[in-house]
């Protein structure tokens, strides 16, 4: 085992829709998980923290960092390093894909960034729409609830759709409306959930403008285990995107990976 393997550094990612957690040992994600933010993010992050490491058989003296990233990161004191989460994003799907990610979309809890960024996990520029919650992590919670849908089947259930119906309204709250007006005329809630899908790729893409897509897209966030929104990004953008296996983590893991020593591709 070499030196670097026995490194293990701690990334937390204080979102505002989750809370999410990982440890990073010899260059890999050891070990992940995310809860939902709530009040006492500080407690509730170093609670994962210390079952995260009874989980991996290891003891706090065997932590050698803790990064922080994310909208709550200033409620955390103590960290070794805070870190912006555009540049956490960046670097961490740099080291995840081998370095072979050139473009990043991401879409949080309540705003979607489309990052550029250089061979060595350098973020070059990135644009945010951080405006409006449409298209966001809470956008589809919000339609979850109105549909009595979890999120989690959002995925399966756009796909089955043969036949989406056109979500006019960008704006959240009248989105929103638009989708209690879909459900009282009996639209068929596959329909309605494609139809949000094929909304949000297209502000998506509205975003990021094709022709600054350079190859090797990726895209994560918790969004990004939804396969119907992946295919219809896809779609809208006439482009291939890569998801990872853990794409809800990018970002913590960047701010663990911060604390290590860089890799060579």
């Known amino acids: 085992m070499t030196k670097d393997e026995f490194v293990l550094t ?9 809370i999410k957690v990982v440890l990073v040992q010899g260059g890999r994600m050891a070990w992940q998980k995310a809860v939902p933010t709530a009040p006492g993010q500080a407690g ?9 490491l009874a989980a991996l058989g290891q003891t706090s003296d065997r932590l050698t960092a803790t990064a922080v990233t994310g909208y709550g990161k200033g409620l955390i004191h103590g960290a070794g390093r805070v870190i912006d989460e555009v540049s956490a994003n960046a670097l961490g799907i740099c080291r995840l894909s081998d370095g072979r990610a050139r473009t990043v979309i991401n879409i949080g809890g ?16 990135f644009k945010m729409n951080d405006k409006c919650a449409a298209g966001t992590g809470r956008f589809f919670e919000a339609a979850g609830r109105i549909l009595d849908t979890p999120v ?28 209690v007006s879909l459900m009282a005329a009996g639209v068929a809630t596959e329909r309605i959930i494609q139809g949000l899908h094929h909304s ?32 219809a990004i896809e779609d809208e953008l006439c482009r291939d995107l890569h998801v990872l296996s853990h794409p809800q983590f990018t970002v913590a893991f960047g701010a663990a990976s911060a604390m290590e020593r860089p890799p060579t591709y």
Do not use: W
Request: hydrophobic share 45%; aromatic share 4%; glycine share 12%.
């Open 10 to 18: 701690a990334g937390i990612d204080l979102g505002s829709t989750a």
């Open 44 to 52: 509730i992050a170093q609670k994962l923290i210390g079952e995260g």
């Open 110 to 125: 309540q705003d979607v960034k489309v990052i550029r960024l250089s061979a060595t996990g350098k973020l070059i520029d």
């Open 152 to 179: 989690e089947r959002f995925g399966p259930m756009g796909e089955a759709a043969v036949d989406p119906v056109h979500i006019n309204n960008t704006c959240a709250v009248f989105a929103e409306s638009e989708i």
């Open 200 to 231: 949000v790729a297209r502000r998506v893409a509205s975003l990021a403008g094709h022709r600054d897509l350079e190859d090797d897209i990726y895209l994560d966030g918790g969004a990004a285990n939804n396969r119907g929104l992946v295919a």
